[in-house]
């Protein structure tokens, strides 16, 4: 089994696990971002298996990987709307830190220290696999993505965000957020990692997925908001997938 690990990636993750739910801390335009990627997800999973998002459990019966989970930013929504939730993360440190917030909350997850090739060696597989802001960290995205193919059951949903390649992001992601901004340390992004909408796609069908939508993440800096944008992909943005 091979691995598309990036020791380095991980290490940087590993040194700002404990600020996982601090909302001003390193974490804090994650936290800002978070209702954006929810309302995706959310909407994405409702229209694919046919939920209806105003019933008490309208997850339920669904098997949810979140992989590359940090805190468990997402997997807590995901579990509060009744699926039984996986998350898995490369950054061993993250794990307690997801347990204990778990736990605090009075949500059963299943956190594990793994990978998304670990997991589909094992063979498992599951509804949905939530696949936010990795893939512009592994070590080689396709054989990634390919892993995460063989994670999703057929007709399964797979939701993936990343980061556009362009001057743009550059400026915004990386001179913005952490030379100026300093949300995050310097070097936790690497522009030449991110993947533009024609490659992330072109990917995902090289993989065995069958790409069935792309929105972009759009931030606000006056009203210091995000909301999604059918036309707007230049910097965060997200996919959808199905395993045919």
């Not at 709307?81 to 009075?106: C, F, K, M, Y």
């Not at 063979?123 to 939530?130: N, R, T």
């Not at 893939?135 to 080689?140: K, S």
């Not at 972009?216 to 036309?231: A, C, D, E, I, K």
Request: with cysteine; aromatic share 8%; hydrophobic share 45%.
């Amino acid at each position: 089994m091979t691995s598309t690990i990036d020791a380095a990636e991980v290490a940087k993750f590993e040194a700002m696990a404990a600020e996982w739910w601090d909302v001003n801390g390193k974490f804090k335009p994650l936290h800002q971002m978070n209702p954006c990627r929810l309302d995706y997800i959310t909407g994405q999973i409702a229209m694919e298996f046919g939920r209806d998002l105003q019933g008490a459990a309208p997850f339920e019966g669904l098997r949810i990987l979140d992989i590359g989970c940090g805190g468990g930013l997402l997997a807590e929504p995901m579990a509060r709307l009744g699926a039984t939730v996986v998350g898995a993360d490369a950054a061993e440190r993250n794990i307690p830190v997801a347990r204990i917030h778990a736990e605090q909350s009075g949500l059963e997850i299943d956190y594990r220290h793994t990978t998304a090739e670990a997991l589909a060696a094992k063979g498992e597989q599951f509804d949905v696999v939530l696949n936010m802001e990795v893939v512009e960290h592994v070590a080689d995205p396709a054989a990634y993505l390919r892993a995460c193919h063989d994670l999703l059951r057929p007709g399964g949903l797979m939701v993936c965000s990343t980061l556009n390649r362009n001057a743009k992001s550059f400026a915004m992601a990386i001179v913005g957020a952490e030379w100026v901004m300093r949300w995050l340390p310097k070097g936790t992004h690497d522009w030449n990692k991110f993947i533009t909408p024609d490659e992330l796609f072109d990917l995902l069908r090289t993989a065995g997925l069958d790409p069935v939508d792309r929105k972009g993440m759009v931030f606000n800096p006056l009203g210091w908001s995000w909301s999604l944008s059918s036309r707007d992909l230049t910097v965060n943005y997200v996919t959808a997938s199905i395993r045919r």
